[in-house]
């Protein structure tokens, strides 16, 4: 943990009272309160949802509170721009460095600012200045493109300061960064703080937070749950602010070791170079097995593998014993459905209508001699989805663009109903959606497996994994680090094992080539330091 900070230092910036509600009636936030003391990196941490994206945007501009005030050196502003926050001395850096990769680190950095700097030879003095102030050398004519992650993160901090920043917000600075990476990035940070540059550090690693920074306030549900000094806090605190008690009904699991049926889906040493590595595991007939991490941890690129999306992506699946080709054409025919993250990116066509979209997966089934589509096959499949599935439209000719996140996302599940599927691919499937589409669609996943299907479901909301699921498998750093029974796993649990800060709780992982998950008590690892 950082070191304390000085009470007698007015505050650098202030929240008083901030609310948001969006145009749909979404309160993403609700009297938000926060101090931000200069010269101090100050932690924001909280799930997924809680209101840190939102209560970013406000303080850097890019939104405008619905309610409450902001106070920049004890004086209430109203920044209607980013660009009023920037001239302040507000930067912002998220995880994706908005840097433009066809020019050189030198152009980057000054970007915008040559008006200011005329000559090549100020701006190298000035370039030179600002490596010497945080430690660090890069090439200044290196291609911003040419540069892995850690060098543009630097390259981002150098921008800011360039441009006065007196507060830097650093969002998820760490989640695509290497160890060494991670520890230039602290070392950078710690060495600005000392020079009188204040931070604002949202992630999710609590590792990261409770080594880090010197205060922090926690968010659930757009509400300020916790403000303490980083001194006072420990990790089962944290875990409780961000989580709360909650520990769910679990009525309809069965104990991790009570098999339904054989193994359906088999993955071996799955291993996408810089993302996952060496994944193995099992998911039986009749089970659904969650997949649990945070940002970075390689949730969304372990299913993509799987369902031969990546053709970086090397290892074995198999589908009821039967190896599988690595292409999504080969897994679709192996019986292995992906309901992807972003639905209209990925899992439907925007202009089509709700018919079309849902005969997708099995047109040639649904085609006279499997060449021409049948409207009429298609049509009765579409009316079997909506009916079965509850989606509210006027009709199946609507196009899916104009229906609602929930029932969009409906019609994304639609397109596996009938289809000869017995393993399901889930990845964030009721993100964006309300309360009650969310309801439906996790009855509809364990109706996929009382089915005899078998399910792998990917999620940033742990409380959401242990209320569908039988067993949760935790990724850290491209790795299963720990099993738990979601019978008796609690959500705080899952948190702390997710964030780095271990447990004595969890099970050792499931062995694949026994097609048994694990047992035996076992402690948990961390995330790597």
């Given amino acids: 943990m950082a070191g304390g900070t000085d009470s007698t230092m ?268 060496g994944v193995s595991l099992t998911v039986h007939e009749g089970e659904v097995v969650g997949l649990a991490g945070l940002l970075g941890s390689g949730r969304s690129e372990l299913l993509h593998a799987i369902f031969g999306a990546d053709g970086k992506a090397r290892g074995t699946v198999k589908v009821e014993g039967r190896k599988v080709g690595r292409s999504t054409g080969a897994a679709v025919d192996a019986g292995v459905a992906l309901v992807p993250e972003d639905r209209f990116k990925q899992g439907l066509l925007g202009p089509w209508s709700i018919w079309e979209n849902t005969s997708l997966p099995d047109i040639k089934r649904l085609a006279w001699r499997g060449l021409i589509p049948s409207e009429k096959a298609q049509r009765a499949r579409a009316d079997r989805v909506v009916e079965a599935l509850g989606v509210v439209t006027r009709s199946i000719d609507t196009e899916v663009r104009d229906l609602s996140g929930g029932n969009a996302q409906k019609v994304v599940f639609g397109k596996w109903l009938d289809g000869a599927a017995r393993v399901v691919l889930l990845d964030d499937p009721t993100v964006g959606v309300d309360v009650g589409a969310k309801s439906d669609i996790l009855e509809l996943i364990r109706g996929f497996a009382k089915s005899g299907k078998a399910v792998l479901m990917a999620s940033s909301d742990f409380e959401e994994l242990l209320a569908v699921c039988d067993r949760i498998l935790i990724l850290a750093g491209g790795g299963i680090v720990a099993e738990l029974d979601a019978a008796t796993a609690t959500e705080q649990e899952v948190l702390a094992i997710a964030s780095g800060l271990g447990s004595t709780a969890a099970t050792t992982p499931t062995d694949p080539s026994s097609g048994t998950p694990g047992g035996a008590t076992a402690t948990a690892q961390g995330l790597p330091a």
């Fill in 10 to 277: 007015g505050p650098i910036l202030e929240t008083r009272g901030v609310s948001k509600v969006f145009g749909n009636g979404t309160q993403a936030l609700t009297d938000v309160d926060m101090v931000v003391r200069p010269a101090t990196i100050h932690g924001i941490v909280g799930a997924n949802g809680a209101g840190k994206s939102t209560l970013i945007k406000i303080i850097s501009g890019a939104i405008r509170p619905s309610d409450g005030a902001i106070l920049w050196k004890g004086r209430e502003v109203d920044w209607s721009s980013p660009r009023d926050a920037r001239a302040a001395g507000v930067r912002t850096i998220y995880q994706h460095i908005p840097l433009v990769p066809t020019l050189s680190v030198l152009d980057n950095v000054f970007l915008d600012q040559k008006g200011f700097l005329r000559g090549e030879g100020d701006l190298r003095v000035a370039f030179r200045q600002l490596l010497e102030r945080i430690d660090y050398d890069i090439d200044p004519e290196a291609i911003i493109s040419d540069l892995p992650i850690g060098d543009r993160q630097m390259v981002a901090i150098l921008q800011a300061l360039s441009m006065g920043a007196e507060l830097v917000i650093m969002d998820e600075p760490t989640a695509s960064l290497s160890d060494a990476e991670r520890e230039l990035a602290f070392s950078i940070a710690r060495r600005l703080r000392a020079q009188g540059t204040t931070f604002l550090y949202i992630s999710h690693f609590l590792d990261e937070i409770l080594d880090l920074t010197e205060e922090v306030t926690v968010l659930r549900d757009g509400r300020v749950t916790l403000r303490a000094a980083t001194s006072d806090l420990d990790a089962a605190r944290l875990v409780t602010a961000i989580a709360g008690n909650r520990l769910l009904a679990t009525e309809h699991h069965r104990s991790a070791a009570d098999h339904v049926g054989k193994p359906l889906l088999e993955v071996e040493r799955m291993t996408v170079p810089g993302r996952i590595e």
